[in-house]
């Protein structure tokens, strides 16, 4: 079990196994087009990018204090009674519409890659933690729930239902992707169309060469990318760097990364620090298929280079993939995985992982760095040598990677790959190939010619797999959620994703009514993304946070260096209520714990 450092730094392994040890471990399908274009943003409207703006830098030190940096102090000291009437003040403000910055000012700080590298593996074995709440952590009083009652009547009777009326098309495949970039790449950026999406994603080099845009063509765009390679350069020429501007609603985040300049426009309300991470996701995909050092060296011989040539087709749609899958917008678990940094694993009964790890031994071959058997985006198991981390981060980049190309379903496939986390200049050999549809076995090797000895090993394990009915239940265990909220019967309980620290993964109920469609997922995932921006935006991140809407109640209950529990409520629970959900929703992820969670097996 880990110490009890906060998870910001702390570096867990999760329960992976060793190769060297021997031993045992609802859609519409008449949507009009421009609806389905506002889903991809998680709404419409018609607001633009302003005139009015202010730049933030990575120097200056900013001295007022925000609304939201308020209500963020009136919590600290983990009342639920504070946190009633400064959050609900606080949701009501900023999920409306945001008034525009009418002074400029410049902002000063570090420009890192930030955040922790959360590794998989290393779990000692303990165990969760079984920490309980009590009346003592929520202080709110019988008449904050009353008054929250009045506020909220005339609505009540809508906030337990998301509209369905607007529910997206389920489009996840990789067809369905290429055939979106093909219709958004033909967006004028001029038009009123393109100008609606709520989030852009841009890509250029220092020179201003246009890479990549997640909506309109990027000829198109060049001189737009040319005022952004400006507005880096003009910043510099102060000895600063760039790290944001705020313009009207809008929010643009800069990340400089060598030659490569990647930048996020939102108006979604996400924090700054949100945007970088997923920017920082980016680059690290990129890297992904160049190495660092061969990115730095192409643009040292020729600055004005099209990294285009290299990505190629089949790279702009892992990156685009890579894009909706961060913002929850296809795969609420996939969303999920990489705003916690944490994978989820596929709910196995123990003895099923068990004959999985066993088969998995014939990978054990010279050169194997890491065996990853995924169901989609969940991970049935995992395997690594030695000594040898596997980061989450880079787990989550496979995953993207696989699932994204429609060439690895085909066939199975060898094909050269960097870790950003475990070597960001070295390139690596990965083995693909699906077992199921949906099944897929990813083997990471240093040796350049280990191809033929994995092909024959993908056989044995396949034959194994098969021949125990492993792969039959492993299909069958994939159509259910780790946890139905309808079974739990937790009173007011809407839904809830907790993490472990200890394993380094997180588990999360299945999305049932009101988040049964797309959309609602989407709003869902929203909310834990604002909760979860708010709880780790704090110098102190308190116990205990609820926000409070017109339709439910977020809380987050952080344990630091021990887990993360985030739930959402009907808008009008009690304290009683609150306390109890918590404790419950703890003791059944203990009971499960074996199923949900990878144990720290040797094989």
């Given at each position: 079990?880990?110490?009890?450092k906060?998870?910001?730094?702390?570096?867990?392994t999760?329960?992976?196994?060793?190769l060297?040890d021997?031993?045992?471990?609802?859609?519409?399908?008449?949507?009009?087009?421009s609806?389905?274009?506002?889903?991809?943003?998680?709404?419409?409207?018609?607001?633009?990018?302003g005139?009015?703006?202010?730049?933030a830098?990575?120097?200056?030190?900013?001295?007022?204090?925000?609304?939201e940096?308020?209500?963020?102090?009136?919590?600290?000291?983990?009342?639920?009674?504070?946190?009633?009437?400064?959050?609900?003040?606080h949701?009501?403000?900023?999920?409306?519409?945001?008034q525009?910055?009418?002074?400029?000012?410049?902002?000063?700080?570090?420009?890192d890659?930030?955040?922790?590298?959360h590794?998989?593996?290393?779990?000692?074995?303990?165990?969760?933690?079984?920490?309980t709440?009590d009346g003592d952590?929520?202080?709110?009083?019988?008449?904050?729930v009353?008054?929250?009652?009045?506020?909220?009547?005339?609505?009540s009777?809508?906030?337990?239902?998301?509209?369905?009326?607007?529910?997206?098309?389920?489009?996840?495949?990789?067809?369905?992707?290429?055939?979106?970039?093909?219709?958004?790449?033909?967006?004028?950026?001029?038009?009123?169309?393109?100008?609606?999406?709520?989030?852009?994603?841009?890509?250029?080099?220092?020179?201003?060469?246009?890479?990549?845009?997640?909506?309109?063509?990027?000829?198109?765009?060049?001189?737009?990318?040319?005022?952004?390679?400006?507005?880096v350069?003009?910043?510099?020429?102060?000895?600063?760097?760039?790290?944001?501007?705020?313009?009207?609603e809008?929010?643009?985040?800069?990340?400089?990364?060598?030659?490569?300049?990647?930048?996020?426009?939102?108006?979604?309300?996400?924090?700054?620090?949100?945007?970088r991470?997923?920017?920082?996701?980016?680059?690290?995909?990129?890297?992904m298929?160049?190495?660092?050092?061969?990115?730095?060296?192409?643009f040292?011989?020729?600055?004005?280079?099209?990294?285009r040539?290299?990505?190629?087709?089949?790279g702009?749609?892992?990156l685009?993939s890579l894009?909706?899958?961060?913002?929850?917008?296809?795969?609420?678990?996939a969303?999920?995985?990489?705003?916690?940094?944490?994978?989820?694993?596929?709910?196995?009964?123990?003895p099923?992982?068990s004959?999985?790890?066993?088969?998995?031994?014939?990978?054990k071959?010279p050169?194997?760095?890491?065996?990853?058997?995924?169901?989609?985006?969940?991970?049935?198991?995992?395997?690594?040598?030695k000594?040898?981390?596997?980061?989450?981060?880079?787990?989550?980049?496979?995953?993207n990677f696989v699932?994204?190309?429609?060439?690895?379903?085909?066939s199975e496939?060898?094909?050269?790959i960097?870790?950003?986390?475990?070597q960001?200049?070295s390139?690596?050999?990965?083995?693909?190939?699906?077992?199921r549809?949906?099944?897929?076995?990813?083997?990471?090797?240093t040796?350049?010619d280990?191809?033929?000895?994995?092909?024959q090993?993908?056989?044995?394990?396949?034959?194994?797999?098969?021949?125990?009915?492993?792969?039959?239940?492993?299909?069958?265990?994939?159509?259910?959620?780790?946890?139905?909220?309808?079974?739990l019967?937790?009173?007011?309980?809407?839904?809830?994703?907790?993490?472990?620290?200890?394993?380094?993964?997180?588990?999360?109920?299945?999305?049932e009514?009101?988040?049964?469609?797309?959309?609602?997922?989407?709003?869902?995932?929203?909310?834990?993304?604002?909760?979860?921006?708010?709880?780790?935006?704090?110098?102190?991140?308190?116990?205990?946070?609820?926000?409070?809407?017109?339709?439910?109640?977020?809380?987050?209950?952080?344990?630091?260096?021990?887990?993360?529990?985030?739930?959402?409520?009907?808008?009008?629970v009690?304290k009683?209520?609150?306390v109890?959900?918590?404790n419950?929703?703890?003791?059944?992820?203990?009971?499960?714990?074996?199923?949900?969670f990878?144990?720290?097996l040797?094989?």
């Amino acid at each position: 079990m880990m110490s009890g450092k906060d998870r910001d730094t702390a570096n867990p392994t999760l329960g992976v196994s060793s190769l060297v040890d021997d031993g045992d471990q609802g859609a519409q399908g008449n949507m009009s087009s421009s609806q389905q274009d506002s889903d991809e943003d998680g709404g419409d409207d018609n607001h633009r990018i302003g005139a009015e703006s202010r730049v933030a830098t990575d120097g200056d030190v900013n001295t007022s204090t925000s609304d939201e940096d308020k209500a963020l102090e009136a919590v600290e000291q983990l009342t639920i009674a504070d946190a009633d009437s400064a959050l609900i003040e606080h949701a009501q403000e900023h999920d409306g519409e945001s008034q525009p910055f009418e002074n400029e000012e410049v902002e000063i700080g570090t420009d890192d890659d930030g955040g922790s590298s959360h590794t998989i593996g290393g779990a000692s074995g303990n165990g969760l933690t079984t920490d309980t709440l009590d009346g003592d952590d929520l202080n709110e009083d019988e008449q904050a729930v009353e008054d929250r009652g009045a506020r909220l009547s005339e609505a009540s009777s809508q906030s337990y239902t998301i509209n369905h009326a607007k529910q997206g098309i389920e489009l996840s495949d990789t067809e369905s992707i290429s055939r979106r970039m093909e219709k958004w790449r033909q967006e004028d950026p001029h038009s009123a169309k393109w100008q609606r999406h709520k989030r852009h994603f841009f890509i250029l080099s220092n020179a201003g060469k246009p890479i990549f845009a997640r909506y309109g063509d990027e000829e198109t765009l060049a001189p737009f990318m040319g005022v952004l390679s400006a507005v880096v350069s003009f910043v510099r020429d102060d000895d600063e760097t760039i790290r944001k501007v705020v313009a009207g609603e809008h929010q643009i985040v800069f990340l400089l990364r060598g030659p490569l300049y990647f930048v996020g426009v939102s108006r979604m309300g996400e924090s700054e620090e949100t945007l970088r991470r997923q920017l920082i996701v980016v680059y690290h995909q990129i890297v992904m298929f160049l190495t660092k050092k061969a990115i730095e060296k192409t643009f040292e011989r020729k600055s004005g280079f099209d990294l285009r040539y290299l990505l190629g087709a089949s790279g702009e749609q892992v990156l685009m993939s890579l894009i909706i899958h961060m913002q929850g917008g296809e795969d609420f678990l996939a969303g999920m995985s990489f705003m916690l940094q944490a994978p989820t694993c596929l709910k196995l009964p123990p003895p099923v992982r068990s004959e999985v790890g066993k088969a998995m031994q014939s990978l054990k071959q010279p050169g194997v760095l890491y065996g990853l058997i995924f169901n989609n985006f969940r991970l049935v198991h995992a395997i690594r040598q030695k000594k040898t981390e596997l980061h989450a981060e880079d787990l989550l980049l496979i995953a993207n990677f696989v699932q994204s190309s429609a060439t690895f379903k085909a066939s199975e496939a060898w094909t050269p790959i960097c870790l950003p986390k475990y070597q960001p200049d070295s390139l690596l050999f990965a083995y693909v190939s699906f077992l199921r549809p949906s099944l897929c076995l990813v083997v990471v090797s240093t040796k350049a010619d280990a191809f033929p000895g994995l092909t024959q090993a993908k056989e044995t394990l396949s034959q194994s797999l098969a021949t125990a009915g492993v792969l039959d239940q492993i299909e069958r265990a994939a159509k259910f959620p780790d946890f139905f909220i309808s079974q739990l019967r937790i009173q007011d309980l809407l839904h809830f994703s907790f993490y472990s620290s200890t394993y380094g993964q997180f588990c999360t109920a299945g999305c049932e009514v009101p988040y049964s469609d797309k959309r609602a997922k989407q709003h869902l995932y929203l909310q834990y993304e604002r909760l979860h921006s708010m709880v780790h935006g704090m110098p102190r991140p308190p116990r205990l946070l609820m926000r409070v809407t017109d339709s439910e109640a977020s809380v987050s209950w952080i344990s630091p260096g021990e887990f993360e529990l985030y739930a959402v409520f009907t808008p009008l629970v009690t304290k009683a209520n609150i306390v109890s959900a918590c404790n419950r929703i703890m003791r059944a992820v203990k009971r499960d714990e074996g199923a949900v969670f990878l144990n720290p097996l040797t094989v």
